[in-house]
């Protein structure tokens, strides 16, 4: 309701105007955590001797896209193999006996 009131009173130039404050503050907050964590690495590491660690260890793997991957084997017909399935299991303890309680027919291969 109060978007409604702020809109009636304000008009869509307000509502405008309120969508680049918010954005500005978005892009703000990360462009200070970008420096910020280029200020964090250690002396001596670079950003690129920091994303090569990063990439040692499957950190820039992102959890949301493992979990795409695994929303889009749960819809398949027939059946889907996943591979890589650590950076799903870094997020999600125990996700595969979750899902098999609610139904899905998944296995994990030994």
Known sequence: MP???YTMFGGVQAVTWTDVKTMT???CGLFAMIVFAWLGLPDGVGVTDGLAA???TG???LIS???ALLGATLCAKGQSI????EQIDRGYEDLDTRLRALGAKIERAA
């Not at 996943?82 to 399935?85: E, K, T, Y």
């Open 65 to 67: 896209t493992g979990m």
């Open 3 to 5: 978007a409604v009131v």
């Open 54 to 56: 990063a990439a040692s």
């Open 82 to 85: 996943m591979s890589n399935v």
């Open 25 to 27: 503050l978005i892009v």
């Open 59 to 61: 950190r820039p793997l």
